[in-house]
């Protein structure tokens, strides 16, 4: 059963929440500040957290989910009240998986949930590749190389995508450029080289990505 910790002091919205939860036959724990908020979670160990940024004492929303991700992986989604807490959420990658602003549909939030929860039971069915040091995660689209993210453009990101898709056999450049670039696109096959160049620079020698002589390139 899905169990989840809500983490906000206006008891109004934290009720609302917990009746829409429980409808979808959740476990719901609230907490009203982030201290009995972070025991709460690491006590019971929840499949996903809804957390409040302005809580009273001395933890706010920001301060729990650093130290959580200090040790838990659990999905956050941040409840916000102003655009400059979306911004601190967007720009220091705290580690939160969603937010949505106040006020909000408790519907939305549900489906939100949902779509986490999904993405989550996703994530070890082949969504994420791995090749030494180099973290590929397909639903996220995100790769790492040593835990950094490397930002791909999207055509790099599609050319990586085919190559996945295809792991262990040679693709020609038309190949390629039909997964990648789609079946539509005219150009120069050699325009696969240039990014296969670009994805080798920034993924590095982890990434065992090999030209096939007289075919094309093949990963893995
Ligand atoms: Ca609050």
Do not use: C, F, H, K
């Given at each position: 059963m899905t169990a989840i910790v809500v983490v906000e002091d206006e008891p109004d919205i934290a009720d609302l929440l917990a009746l829409y939860f429980r409808r979808e036959g959740w476990t719901v724990h609230l907490a009203p500040d982030g201290a009995v908020g972070l025991e709460a979670i690491r006590a019971r160990n929840p499949d996903f957290v809804v957390l409040d940024v302005g809580l009273p004492g001395e933890l706010d929303g920001f301060d729990v989910c650093r130290q959580l991700r200090q040790t838990s992986d659990v999905p956050v989604l941040f409840l916000t009240a102003r655009d400059d807490e979306v911004d601190r959420i967007l720009g220091l990658e705290m580690g939160a998986d969603d937010y949505v602003t106040k006020p909000f549909s408790p519907r939305e939030i549900v489906a939100r949930i949902k779509a986490v929860l999904r993405r989550g039971r996703?994530?070890?069915?082949?969504?994420?590749?791995?090749?030494?040091?180099?973290?590929v995660d397909l639903e996220r689209r995100e790769v790492r190389t040593g835990g950094e993210p490397v930002p791909l453009a999207t055509q790099e990101w599609a050319l990586l995508e085919a190559l996945i898709g295809n792991e262990g056999i040679a693709l020609s450049?038309?190949?390629?450029?039909?997964?990648?670039?789609?079946?539509?696109?005219?150009?120069?096959?050699r325009t696969v080289d240039v990014h296969v160049r670009q994805l080798r620079r920034k993924l590095g020698d982890d990434l065992p990505l090999a030209t096939v002589r007289g075919v094309g390139y093949r990963l893995g």
């Open positions: 996703s994530a070890g069915n082949g969504t994420r590749a791995d090749y030494g040091e180099v973290t450049r038309q190949q390629l450029l039909d997964l990648a670039w789609g079946p539509d696109w005219i150009g120069d096959p």
